[in-house]
């Protein structure tokens, strides 16, 4: 039986092609006149083709569209995406129907281009000598990035909404630990909420999402839950703990924090820059058009101190908006109604200029931001992405935040997105449809906006007296090593006034059966007390300060279930089903809907009751 | 006399001007490069242009080469870097494509995907990290894990790590297919 490797080595072996020999000639011409040419002059050998070789513009075109020969999803999609996106228009659920007729934009410029190349030297020259990065910064370089797979096309053939060249923040699954092993566990905090929008639109659109899309904790962390308000300080936690639904050996503990809500009336003026992607690919019904729609929700909520700038980037960037007040309505729907989509993305200068325009709006007390709207094409005339996290992280430290918002699907780069607001301790949110606009712009604005805490670290101590194995659920993008727990130069997430954030642990106490086995000769170190799970410990810097504080909790055996909990853990589950896990043996979707319908609770503005018609739709299409 | 003469002997000699030992040594070696750069880059034409740039550089980098290792892993060596930078470039030169409307990229793509008649398995590598793409082309090469890990200047252990990832990543793909 030959593996993978195997076949993909006899695949390049019998693929393999003899050289060109006219080229394999012209190549060694090239060589030995460069080496003699070389020995000629050692001071001045002729450069190497750094820039690309344009054999005239025809060789340059080609060329170029050989570059993007590696985004394998992006090419296999093709024929059918052309054809796939006129039938699935009719369907798209929202966004006014005066966009629909529009086709996607063939554009061939080449002033755009030329000028495209221009920026990405300059650059290079411009960033040569990088701020310091945060340590977080590596850790999201070395993100595993999940290009998309022709395998998507054979699942859905029928409805491909776009050509698809996203991109996924993922990880491998968080394995499970022994307690005797590793009792420590450590993670940021997340109150990011994009994986479950994602998972939404690709249900919606009647196809499962791609497994690495799915984030399990920025799907519990979506819904609002009833946990108390802190009485003293920035945080209150809220621990729980219930019979695991899909194994009767394990147990659900539930660690939550629930963020103040500092008085809205008395919150600081603010001011906003909204940088927004106007390129090309924005014009379609759910990207610039909902943009704009969501922005005009959001206005509504500010305040006459408040100050609203707006910048857009496209081929070129520039400033549509200049600071103005936020009582000056008309002024800024104006601006708003005049943005049309158009030209490549040069997000880089447009980053710039917003920052600039945030300094120029800076005053003492104020709390500025920049609000990054895009489809995630934020590409041409970034030639290293880590540059451009330098230059955000080094922003944030001067004061200004970047918070993104997604729109629209198909070449939504999740992972760039999720990296920059990491860096800009802002939230990454995609907004897919009117109704997620009013959630994330509206309801939950004052979180969005204003910060109560940065570098949120988590960590937990298990007592191996008690607890045999345990497994985080989700939060694979935001573990931490042990050590990063106490050090402050550690990057970590932030939390929003009110925002809630919601980890389980999947626990198998001692005496029951466990997924690995005992070692024999391991030293016993059993003689944690026996009333006590294990110890919490929560660390986070209040806004402007360089040292964190500490918050210590001992976890009681004896924690009971309650209704937030249960409905957390149908929402675990569902995404463990999505992501195809094999933990959850018999259980299934009916099982999921099963749970959430009875802990639904309230549910005011019909968050679960969403969820539950997603688990059904997930049921039914899996059959 | 002269064709007996062992490939990093005459890299030694071309490193000190010889023009003949440099005609022989990549006479030689141009054929294995070639096979290299197709399975590092996974198309002809993408081959071809990678070989182009490693040999119109390899006069300024071969003067800098001392013997300190064998002239096909220091060749690999170079091989390898050449390719990150031209795959940095395509990146930088796709991104700046974005503007010519994907559809139309996308449509020119397919066609040329459709000529090239690749399976999946040549796809598949597209989807790996850089550095598993570069092991897995050492190691698809005939190299052994000791002398891939040489060529990355990496540890013979972590070659055999990430050749376990690849498997992983091409599994998931297949799975992922049926």
């Given at each position: 039986m030959s593996d993978e490797f195997d076949d993909l080595k006899r695949a390049f072996d019998s693929a393999m092609p003899a050289p060109d020999a006219a080229k394999r000639a012209a190549n060694l011409a090239l060589a030995q006149e460069n080496f003699a040419a070389l020995q000629g002059s050692p001071s001045a050998p002729r450069p190497i083709s750094d820039a690309p070789k344009m054999g005239g513009f025809g060789k340059g075109l080609r060329t170029m569209f050989d570059a993007l020969s590696s985004k394998a999803g992006l090419t296999a999609t093709t024929a059918l995406a052309a054809f796939g996106l006129v039938m699935v228009l009719p369907v798209l659920q929202y966004g006014p129907p005066d966009?629909?007729?529009?086709?996607?934009?063939?554009?061939?410029?080449?002033?755009?281009?030329?000028?495209?190349?221009?920026f990405a030297v300059g650059a290079i020259a411009q960033d040569a000598?990088?701020?310091?990065?945060?340590?977080?910064?590596?850790?999201?370089?070395?993100?595993?990035?999940?290009?998309?797979?022709?395998?998507?096309?054979?699942?859905?053939?029928?409805?491909?909404?776009?050509?698809?060249?996203?991109?996924?923040?993922?990880?491998?699954?968080?394995?499970?630990?022994?307690?005797?092993?590793?009792?420590?566990?450590?993670?940021?905090?997340?109150?990011?909420?994009?994986?479950?929008?994602?998972?939404?639109?690709?249900?919606?659109?009647?196809?499962?999402?791609?497994?690495?899309?799915?984030?399990?904790?920025?799907?519990?962390?979506?819904?609002?839950?009833?946990?108390?308000?802190?009485?003293?300080?920035?945080?209150?936690?809220?621990?729980?703990?219930?019979?695991?639904?899909?194994?009767?050996?394990?147990?659900?503990?539930?660690?939550?924090?629930?963020?103040?809500?500092?008085?809205?009336?008395?919150?600081?003026?603010?001011?906003?820059?909204?940088?927004?992607?106007?390129?090309?690919?924005?014009?379609?019904?759910?990207?610039?058009?909902?943009?704009?729609?969501?922005?005009?929700?959001?206005?509504?909520?500010?305040?006459?101190?408040?100050?609203?700038?707006?910048?857009?980037?496209?081929?070129?960037?520039?400033?549509?908006?200049?600071?103005?007040?936020?009582?000056?309505?008309?002024?800024?729907?104006?601006?708003?109604?005049?943005?049309?989509?158009?030209?490549?993305?040069?997000?880089?200068?447009?980053?710039?200029?917003?920052?600039?325009?945030?300094?120029?709006?800076?005053?003492?007390?104020?709390?500025?931001?920049?609000?990054?709207?895009?489809?995630?094409?934020?590409?041409?005339?970034?030639?290293?992405?880590?540059?451009?996290?330098?230059?955000?992280?080094?922003k944030r430290d001067s004061g200004t935040f970047l918070s993104v918002l997604g729109f629209g699907r198909g070449n939504l780069d999740d992972a760039t997105m999720q990296a920059l607001a990491q860096n800009g301790n802002g939230q990454a949110s995609y907004i897919d449809s009117l109704p997620e606009a009013q959630k994330v712009l509206v309801d939950q604005l004052t979180g969005v906006l204003f910060p109560i805490a940065s570098d949120v670290k988590v960590q937990v101590e298990f007592n191996p007296a008690t607890v045999a194995e345990y497994r985080l659920i989700g939060y694979e993008t935001r573990a931490l090593a042990r050590e990063d727990f106490n050090n402050d130069k550690v990057d970590a997430g932030d939390i929003g006034a009110g925002h809630q954030v919601t980890a389980l642990y999947e626990i198998t106490p001692v005496g029951n059966e466990t997924q690995v086995d005992a070692l024999r000769y391991s030293a016993e170190t059993s003689d944690g007390p026996n009333d006590e799970l294990g110890f919490f410990k929560l660390r986070y810097k209040a806004p402007g300060q360089a040292e964190s504080q500490l918050i210590e909790k001992a976890i009681s055996t004896t924690l009971a279930p309650d209704r937030e909990l249960e409905f957390a853990a149908a929402i675990s589950g569902f995404g463990e089903l999505l992501r195809g896990s094999?933990?959850?043996?018999?259980?299934?979707?009916?099982?999921?809907?099963?749970?959430?319908?009875?802990?639904?609770?309230?549910?005011?503005?019909?968050?679960?009751?969403?969820?539950?018609?997603?688990?059904?739709?997930?049921?039914?299409?899996?059959? | 006399m002269r064709m007996n003469t062992?490939?990093?002997?005459?890299?030694?000699?071309?490193?000190?001007?010889?023009?003949?030992?440099?005609?022989?040594?990549?006479?030689?070696?141009?054929?294995?490069?070639?096979?290299?750069?197709?399975?590092?880059?996974?198309?002809?034409?993408?081959?071809?242009d990678l070989c182009q740039d490693i040999?119109?550089?390899?006069?300024?980098?071969?003067?800098?080469?001392?013997?300190?290792?064998?002239?096909?892993?220091?060749?690999?060596?170079v091989a390898v870097n050449a390719a990150h930078d031209r795959r940095r470039r395509a990146v930088t030169r796709a991104k700046a494509s974005q503007g010519w409307g994907d559809w139309e990229v996308n449509r020119t793509e397919v066609n040329k995907e459709q000529a090239d008649a690749q399976d999946w398995l040549m796809q598949a590598i597209g989807t790996l990290p850089d550095d598993l793409r570069d092991t897995v082309a050492l190691v698809m090469d005939e190299m052994n894990h000791r002398e891939a890990g040489a060529v990355l200047g990496v540890s013979e252990g972590t070659v055999s790590w990430r050749m376990s990832e690849v498997k992983k990543h091409l599994k998931a793909i297949k799975e992922s297919e049926q």
């Open positions: 966009v629909f007729t529009q086709e996607p934009a063939v554009m061939i410029e080449a002033p755009i281009m030329e000028q495209a190349e221009d000598v990088p701020a310091p990065a945060p340590r977080m910064m590596s850790k999201q370089a070395n993100r595993t990035r999940v290009a998309p797979t022709a395998g998507l096309v054979a699942d859905a053939p029928m409805i491909m909404p776009e050509a698809n060249t996203e991109a996924f923040a993922s990880a491998p699954e968080n394995s499970l630990k022994v307690t005797s092993e590793t009792p420590v566990s450590t993670f940021s905090v997340d109150v990011d909420t994009a994986s479950y929008a994602i998972v939404r639109a690709s249900l919606m659109n009647g196809q499962f999402p791609q497994k690495a899309a799915v984030r399990i904790e920025e799907m519990v962390n979506y819904f609002p839950y009833d946990y108390a308000a802190p009485e003293s300080g920035a945080f209150a936690t809220s621990l729980a703990m219930m019979q695991t639904p899909w194994n009767e050996n394990t147990q659900l503990l539930r660690i939550a924090l629930q963020g103040e809500m500092p008085e809205i009336e008395a919150r600081p003026p603010l001011n906003l820059v909204f940088l927004i992607d106007t390129s090309g690919s924005m014009n379609q019904p759910n990207k610039l058009p909902l943009l704009k729609q969501s922005l005009r929700l959001m206005l509504g909520q500010l305040r006459a101190q408040d100050q609203v700038a707006i910048v857009a980037y496209a081929g070129s960037a520039g400033q549509v908006l200049e600071p103005t007040a936020a009582s000056e309505r008309d002024v800024i729907l104006g601006a708003l109604d005049r943005l049309a989509a158009g030209g490549g993305t040069n997000g880089q200068a447009g980053l710039r200029q917003a920052y600039a325009l945030a300094d120029q709006m800076q005053e003492e007390g104020d709390v500025s931001r920049v609000l990054l709207a895009t489809d995630g094409d934020f590409n041409v005339g970034l030639s290293n992405p880590d540059t451009l996290k330098d230059y955000i992280a080094e094999e933990r959850l043996g018999v259980w299934n979707y009916s099982d999921a809907v099963s749970i959430a319908t009875a802990s639904r609770g309230e549910d005011t503005f019909g968050y679960r009751a969403e969820a539950i018609r997603l688990m059904r739709l997930a049921a039914s299409l899996s059959e | 062992g490939d990093t002997e005459l890299a030694m000699a071309a490193a000190g001007g010889d023009a003949k030992a440099f005609a022989i040594l990549l006479e030689r070696s141009y054929d294995r490069l070639f096979g290299l750069c197709f399975r590092l880059m996974g198309s002809r034409a993408e081959a071809e040999c119109a550089a390899l006069p300024t980098k071969l003067a800098r080469f001392e013997g300190g290792s064998q002239f096909s892993t220091w060749l690999y060596r």
